[in-house]
């Protein structure tokens, strides 16, 4: 019994030590979504990112970027009217990290996994947040470098997740 006491207290240390090697966890992420764009600002900086670009088409778009981790603020619709709509996009190299994210949302209770499979795409893993917020998380391939991309966004539950992740992955494709 002492062993497999002493086995779960070093297995739960050695998961909290490697949490804290990650950037961003999900609590953070749907924190991050919350701010505003000089309140995300503040906040990433801290982490150590930089601003690499802002983008002003349909959508206001501010990357900030720490090594192999890029986060995108997207302000979707009219910046002067109280309808805009905000999502975050975070996007990393590491499989670890991005499992990371995924198992602390799945170990949040009474959260459901919906796999969406797309024609010629990966598929999409959907969860539904609090406060009606939703996390899209996939995975990109880039088969001339043999790599991975993890992605991961939060969105309003009401905003067509569809059309945002179609967005983020025409938009957002290996500029790391």
């Known amino acids: 019994m002492k062993k497999i006491s002493l086995f779960i207290l070093l297995f739960s240390f050695c998961c909290v030590q490697q949490s804290f090697a990650y950037d961003f966890t999900i609590d953070e992420l749907v924190k991050l979504k919350s701010l505003s764009l000089h309140d995300f600002e503040d906040a990433v900086l801290l982490k150590g990112y930089k601003l690499v670009s802002i983008e002003k088409r349909e959508d206001h778009c ?4 720490n090594g192999d981790h890029s986060l995108y603020y997207y302000a979707i619709g009219n910046v002067l009217s109280a309808h805009e709509s ?29 796999v969406h499979l797309r024609d010629g795409d990966p598929e999409l893993h959907h969860f ?36 945002i992740f179609y967005r983020t992955k025409t938009n957002v494709n290996f500029q790391q």
């Open 62 to 65: 501010a990357r900030f970027k």
């Open 86 to 114: 905000v999502s975050i996009l975070y996007t990393v190299k590491s499989r670890d990290e991005y499992m990371a994210i995924k198992d602390g949302i799945k170990l949040q209770e009474g959260r459901t996994e919906k």
């Open 128 to 163: 539904d947040l609090d406060n009606d917020l939703t996390a899209h998380l996939w995975r990109v391939i880039n088969y001339e470098k043999q790599s991975h991309l993890y992605k991961i966004e939060i969105l309003d539950r009401k905003d067509d997740g569809d059309k």
